[in-house]
């Protein structure tokens, strides 16, 4: 696996996150989810204050490539909720999924965490699988305005 270098993410960061995760959804997400439900989901981020909130309340760490753009994100709160896993439309199939997910899931060892849950896209449950994850439960869970079907996955460290 390619290494990325790696930062934690600040209120700095909030205009490249929120590109990042509206050309991931609308591009990627699109195989997997209606129109209007992609452009719904791309709309969860638009409201600054919140992904301010976000970033307090978890740690977020973005993969970096060599010109020290941010090629993808993920973040994981102390209860070992994995909040988000974003990659780059551009950078899909590169390792930097993987790097992301071994970072956050080293960060749940440090916390004490022994199981890591999420709530995981139709898109992204394939990758989580290949990583050990299982799925709990399917879910209708409300993007902003719509209700998507994800899936509820956990791994025990």
């Known amino acids: 696996m390619r290494r990325y270098e790696l930062r934690r993410l600040t209120a700095d960061d909030i205009p490249a996150m929120q590109r990042l995760f ?12 209606s129109r209007k439900e992609v452009e719904d ?25 060599e010109t020290g753009q941010i090629v993808g994100f993920s973040s994981m709160n102390v209860e070992g909720y994995l909040h988000s896993l974003f990659v780059h439309k551009d950078w899909q199939g590169r390792g930097v999924a993987s790097f992301l997910l071994a970072e956050v899931e080293d960060k749940a060892r440090e916390y004490g965490v022994k199981e890591i849950f999420s709530e995981v896209s139709i898109t992204a449950k394939p990758f989580f699988e290949k990583r050990g994850y299982v799925v709990e439960m399917k879910q209708k869970q409300r993007a902003n305005r719509l209700e998507l079907t994800n899936f509820v996955m956990k791994k025990r460290l």
Request: net charge negative; proline share 0%; with cysteine.
């Open 22 to 33: 509206r050309e991931t959804v609308l591009c990627v997400n699109a195989r997997d989810y």
């Open 41 to 65: 989901w791309a709309s969860c981020i638009d409201n600054e204050e919140q992904v301010k909130d976000w970033l307090a309340a978890h740690w977020f760490i973005a993969a970096l490539d």
